[in-house]
């Protein structure tokens, strides 16, 4: 199929590349003339595993194309993804200003049916807005459909070349017909192909993602408890997990969630649900949590030295998560704030995030090119974002490194017998 990509952003590149993949002829449009322009020299803006080679091998073979131009791209294709942003306002709400500007562009361009689809995590109810900017700019056919991403950062490409599921929302056949020959390719393996009414569509990205929200908040809360009995979440975790019926995943006790999702959908879900009158009380509860856990290890740093003013703390991890340059929400922002606020210096480290990091803290902070860099001199480290490569590191240079050994893992990827036998000081969370 001709398809057109609106947004080129972490979910609208993914989209149009993996679509060119199978085979599809793809022009992602984006307003930013910048930006197009690199894209057409193959600089990807964003980190994400494999997407980079799969953008240069479908350009070289004219599958996909980069353009500031709409209405060529709008004219020239059958499905339109609309997968531009969706800020979140100071309440909490979804803001759709650039997802119905984009709807009315769409519409003025429009040379016959057309089937628009809303890629961008919308609020229940954004199908109908959509097809009502619509009606009101074009008298061709067309359907509006809702097929939400579920992408993870750091695995995307994988997730959407073979996806769990594939969630259609459709409120005309014609739509979901053209959908599922979309998607037929992606679901050869059994994944199963979902047609609903577009309103359950759109609740189901935020349900998703709410529940593991939730799976995160209530791990650190028994983490928490686990704290005051002594006892180990490790344990406590695995016990849990083997139970069917609940399974492993996002399981795992942290210095908190964040990203360009799970905050972002939980507030959205709240505020949604509040404009209907009713109070999501979990999600108030997970949220909370979230926040506090944030804070958590600056809390643990505060009691062991007393006053961090002076102390200089080296910090592996800034990205909110692994393979991923994104640090939207990332805990790390909240700790750095926080040891800056006590008059600490910070030395951080990360394999991505570093250009991002800079865009926030300037020169605030420390920036290592390497990740042993980070530690000379310092008071302690904090371990924030579970990279591959501090899973294993080499425990007698980082002693020597150090002022002190005195590490907080904020993920638990260390042994505490392990680094109490290697003669560190050593905090997790719930051991």
């Known amino acids: 199929m001709n398809i057109a990509v609106v947004g080129t952003g972490y979910v609208g590149l993914v989209v149009g590349a993996c679509f060119a993949e199978n085979g599809n002829t793809v022009v992602c449009v984006d307003k930013d003339a910048a930006k197009v322009r690199a894209l057409q020299k193959g600089k990807i ?14 350009r070289q073979e004219g599958r996909l194309s980069f353009t500031t131009t709409l209405p060529r791209a709008v004219r020239a294709s059958q499905v339109i993804f ?16 650039h997802v119905l500007g984009v709807a009315r562009d769409v519409a003025r361009a429009m040379n016959g049916y057309k089937v628009i689809v809303d890629k961008s995590t919308v609020p229940v109810g954004t199908a109908e807005k959509v097809r009502e900017a619509i009606r009101r700019e074009t008298t061709h056919p067309f359907s509006v459909v809702s097929n939400p991403e579920f992408l993870k950062q750091g695995a995307a490409v994988d997730d959407f070349l073979r996806p769990d599921r ?24 059994g994944a199963p192909v979902m047609v ?40 406590v975790r695995r016990a849990v997990a083997s139970d069917k019926r609940i399974g492993p995943a996002f399981l795992f006790p942290g210095c908190g969630y964040g990203g360009s999702c799970f905050p972002k959908d939980v507030k959205a879900i709240l505020k949604f649900s509040k404009d209907k009158g009713y109070s999501f009380k979990i999600l108030e509860a997970v949220e909370a949590v979230n926040a506090a856990q944030k804070h958590l290890m600056v809390g643990k740093m505060q009691r062991h030295f007393g006053s961090l003013k002076g102390k200089t703390i080296g910090l592996w991890g800034l990205a909110f998560k692994p393979r991923t340059d994104d640090m939207r929400e990332a805990p790390a922002i ?4 926080a040891l ?27 920036y290592a090119r390497k990740s042993y860099e980070a530690l000379v001199g310092v008071d302690a480290l904090v371990l924030v974002t579970e990279w591959n490569e501090f899973r294993e590191p080499d425990f007698a240079r980082m002693k020597k490194l150090m002022k002190a050994p005195v590490v907080f893992d904020g993920r638990n990827i260390y042994n505490p017998q392990q680094m109490k036998a290697n003669g560190f000081t050593y905090f997790s969370i719930g051991r």
């Open 45 to 58: 803006p964003i980190y994400e595993p494999g997407l980079e080679e799969i953008v240069k091998r479908n």
């Open 82 to 97: 609309v997968a531009v942003g969706t800020p979140e306002a100071e309440d909490g709400s979804a803001d759709l200003q």
């Open 196 to 235: 609903m009414d577009t309103s359950s569509a759109e609740l189901c990205k935020y349900a998703a993602n709410a529940m593991l929200a939730t799976r995160i908040s209530f791990m650190n809360e028994v983490a928490l408890v686990c704290e005051q009995y002594g006892a180990n979440v490790d344990e």
């Open 166 to 189: 594939v969630v259609i929302g459709a409120d005309d056949p014609r739509g979901a017909e053209v959908m599922r020959e979309l998607y037929a390719p992606f679901t050869r393996t």
């Open 340 to 366: 800056l606020e006590q008059g600490a210096k910070v030395q951080g480290y990360d394999p991505e995030a570093t250009d991002v990091a800079k865009r926030i803290f300037g020169s605030r902070i420390t």
């Open 334 to 337: 909240t700790i750095i704030n």
